[in-house]
């Protein structure tokens, strides 16, 4: 079955650091673009981060600077290396096959598989 599982949260102190992981089985990421996106209660899902199949990657205005995304082939998994982090971070985050387009996403009908989240908490 093809299957993305997102793993990494928890809660964390502002200006700490969380990695989270997307890890793919039944199909090989390779050959993707994935995306991050992250929801927090009340709000729209937002666009977070994309890397391409061939490793260029893109940021929300939101996260630059702080946010890194990579891919490491061999072991089928995206990260996102979040520092810095703040209590407006706090959310759901997803990742999903699709294309990388420009943030704001707006058009969300071309992302064809989606883990079940994992939960960023920021917070003194």
């Known amino acids: 079955q093809v299957q993305l599982v997102e793993s990494g949260g928890g809660l964390v102190q502002p200006g700490g650091s969380l990695r989270l992981s997307c890890a793919a089985s039944?199909?090989?990421?390779?050959?993707?673009?994935i995306n991050w996106f992250r929801q927090a209660p009340g709000k729209e899902r937002e666009g977070v981060s994309c890397?391409?199949?061939?490793?260029?990657?893109y940021y929300a205005d939101s996260v630059k600077g702080r946010f890194t995304i990579s891919r490491h082939t061999t072991k089928n998994t995206v990260y996102l290396q979040m520092n810095s982090l703040k209590p407006e971070d706090t959310a759901v985050y997803y990742c999903a096959t699709g294309p990388c387009q420009e943030f704001p996403i707006t058009t969300m009908t071309y992302y064809d598989y989606w883990g079940l989240g994992t939960q960023v908490t920021v917070s003194s």
């Open positions: 039944g199909f090989t990421l390779a050959g993707y673009a």
């Open positions: 890397i391409t199949s061939d490793d260029t990657t």
